[in-house]
């Protein structure tokens, strides 16, 4: 008997799967893990060893070794379906996928045996294939068992993973090869036993890195949902493939166009599953519901339904994002969503996939009543069915006429009633028990929260639009107290000089000045600050004209004009009303008998507007906490408005306002602007590179 090649490359894989079996059972420590590892290398030993004895046969009779290596993977799955089910947190056995399994790998079994038994002329195609479906099998289980180790764990079970998918995916390799050319490749066969020895020391460094074999495991629901898809897209491209074949073997004739259709109508059925949202739905419900003690991977679930809420621009669209949010917990197709309005009726605001409805609620009704009591999700259903249990809750008639209505979830903000979302039913056929009445409710809060801060940001604008319109009233109010101070001065002397040419005079151009001022102030209040652009500005001329119109003011304010060549970049108007302001202040501050004097200075490059008083001045409180502040005056009649626009426009045009006072002697207000250079023009024959 001549030893072969392949003797040589089984026995290597048999004693090494012996030895370490062996060591494993000398230092087993009493855990599951151990025993069925033990069992899977003491298998793949046995078979590696009838592997070789049948090499070197004549004619060998393969049952033994294919039945062998069917329990080899079985025990291998065992193994697998061990590590994944040994989990400390909230993780259920995966018994129904472990019974699956094992129904599978009793039907194989029982094929291969058959075929064994009972040989045919032709290749027993049926036992490649369930054997390569076994391949696929193990590589999806190392796959699920390595992504859902946490990472700081994935260190010990690294070397496990890849010797484990390697055999399996060497497997793969053999029976699609075997599949496609309807015959088993020796070659590849033969290095099958070279390639299981070198797995050996890759399950020696994993079973070193793991004496106890105590892994954290937790199944993401999202990789065995993917996982699960793709396995029985495998399975039944693999069966479509079989069937396809023998169709075509036995179709005669028509044997080809009969395979190439069938191929054809296959693939797109399998489509058409694969984007049903109904079907997907009803694969997660079973998942959930067999696998999982929990429906909900809540870490998934809040990560998606908040995402959900944010996208999108700040406010946009929240309605309709927040329906989608709560309905996408429960697989439901649409919803619509009610809010309180100012009357406190609610009323529909937004729908999303649903029809729109014209119902109102008011808040006293019983709906909104058991609503924010309770704070029950309702389910119109179990309503129907079961009233008694709603306690007293009357369902107005046009909810219940909703199409495909299902849930009521209730939105509450402060335990307090914000709205209400209708649901339409869930594509999973889900049903309403405790676990998805928390969720709902969680996420109606969470809603709530965000739309609560949308009706507050709406409030908050609407304020201030009215704050900005008082202030505006209040400006204009302003500004028609000061004509009105001058008319009425004018008035209370006409009497004594209205006969004088002078006065007359000086009456006409004051009351012009008060029209043109009233024009600038409606053409403010038409558009803003836009009558004309800012332009150079003499403060000399500005001064003097202001303190020739408060004039007529006791004590008169007396002008010392120290640089007369000073101009400034501002709205001559404004920059008038802001200087304005500030001496009729000072006069107002001063006793007749007391003095306000006006000095226009050039101070480090600035220009320097100082508007001196010996009137009464302010405190060190009334500075620190009221100066500049609208509404604070300490005068009687006063409202607090012309120091807060001359602070804000002078700062907008570069410059600022400082102040010195003590309280019984007097005040000093400076404005300091910055100065304007004009450009100078050069001179008729000089350059830029020199002389001409």
């Not at 890195?209 to 396995?231: C, E, G, Q, Y």
Request: glycine share 8%.
């Amino acid at each position: 008997m001549e030893i072969s090649i392949g003797t040589i490359s089984y026995a290597t894989a048999a004693m090494a799967y012996l030895f370490l079996s062996v060591m494993l059972v000398t230092t087993w420590r009493g855990r599951l893990q151990g025993i069925v590892l033990a069992v899977a290398c003491l298998v793949t030993a046995t078979w590696a060893g009838v592997a070789a004895y049948l090499a070197v046969q004549p004619e060998p009779a393969l049952l033994a070794a294919d039945v062998l290596e069917v329990l080899r993977s079985t025990v291998w799955f065992t193994f697998l379906m061990v590590l994944l089910g040994y989990s400390r947190k909230s993780v259920v056995p995966l018994r129904w996928a472990a019974l699956g399994l094992g129904a599978y790998c009793a039907i194989v079994l029982a094929a291969t045996l058959y075929a064994g038994i009972a040989p045919g002329t032709r290749p027993d195609m049926f036992g490649i294939l369930g054997r390569l479906v076994l391949a696929v099998i193990g590589i999806v289980l190392v796959e699920q068992l390595y992504r859902n180790v946490p990472p700081q764990q994935r260190w010990g079970i690294k070397f496990l993973c890849l010797g484990l998918g390697g055999m399996f995916a060497f497997d793969f390799y053999l029976y699609s090869d075997a599949l496609l050319f309807q015959r088993v490749n020796a070659d590849i066969w033969v290095a099958r036993g070279i390639v299981n020895t070198m797995i050996v020391p890759m399950l020696a460094v994993a079973t070193a890195r793991n004496p106890k074999w105590s892994l954290d495991v937790s199944v993401s629901r999202r990789i065995l949902f993917h996982s699960t898809a793709m396995l029985g897209a495998a399975v039944y491209l693999l069966v479509m493939a079989a069937a396809g074949y023998y169709i075509r073997y036995f179709g005669g004739s028509w044997g080809a166009m009969l395979q190439v259709t069938f191929l054809f109508g296959a693939a797109l059925l399998l489509f058409v599953i694969l984007f049903s949202g109904t079907l997907r739905a009803r694969l997660k419900v079973f998942l959930s519901k067999n696998f999982f003690s929990y429906h909900y991977d809540y870490r998934e679930e809040w990560l998606r339904f908040t995402r959900t809420l944010s996208k999108g621009e700040p406010g946009v669209q929240l309605y309709e994002r927040s329906i989608q949010a709560i309905a996408e917990l429960v697989d439901s197709s649409g919803g619509a969503l009610w809010l309180s309005q100012d009357a406190g009726v609610f009323e529909q605001v937004a729908h999303w996939n649903m029809p729109p409805s014209k119902g109102k609620v008011q808040r006293d009704g019983s709906l909104c009543r058991f609503l924010e009591r309770r704070q029950w999700v309702v389910s119109l259903e179990g309503y129907g069915e079961q009233p008694a249990l709603y306690d007293g809750l009357e369902i107005p008639d046009w909810l219940s006429s909703i199409p495909r209505a299902w849930l009521v979830v209730p939105l509450i903000v402060h335990e307090q009633l914000l709205g209400f979302v209708v649901l339409a039913r869930s594509k999973g056929k889900i049903s309403l028990d405790w676990e998805v009445s928390d969720l709902l409710k969680t996420a109606g809060r969470q809603a709530a929260s965000y739309l609560a801060q949308l009706e507050a940001a709406k409030a908050l604008l609407v304020a201030r639009q009215f704050e900005s319109f008082n202030r505006m009233s209040a400006f204009v109010v302003h500004d028609l107290k000061n004509l009105v101070s001058q008319q009425s001065l004018l008035l209370s002397n006409s009497g004594k000089h209205k006969h004088k040419p002078a006065f007359q005079d000086d009456m006409i151009e004051t009351i012009a000045r008060s029209v043109e001022k009233m024009k600038r102030l409606l053409v403010q209040l038409r558009g803003g600050y836009t009558l004309e652009p800012p332009a150079p500005v003499a403060l000399e001329d500005l001064v003097r004209q202001v303190v020739a119109a408060k004039s007529g003011l006791n004590p008169a304010p007396r002008l010392e004009a120290g640089d007369g060549a000073l101009s400034v970049v501002a709205h001559r108007a404004r920059l008038e009303r802001v200087i304005g302001h500030l001496i009729q202040n000072a006069v107002e501050a001063t006793l007749p008998e007391g003095r306000v004097v006006v000095q226009l200075l050039r101070q480090n490059g600035s220009a320097v507007i100082a508007i001196s008083d010996t009137g009464c001045g302010m405190s060190e409180q009334f500075m620190r906490h009221r100066l500049f502040k609208p509404f604070e005056s300490t005068k009687a009649t006063g409202m607090g408005i012309g120091t807060y626009e001359a602070r804000e426009y002078v700062s907008e045009i570069g410059g600022r306002i400082e102040v010195e006072t003590r309280e019984a002697q007097g005040t000093i207000f400076r404005v300091v602007l910055p100065l304007h250079v004009p450009e100078r023009t050069p001179e008729p024959g000089v350059t830029a590179e020199g002389h001409g």
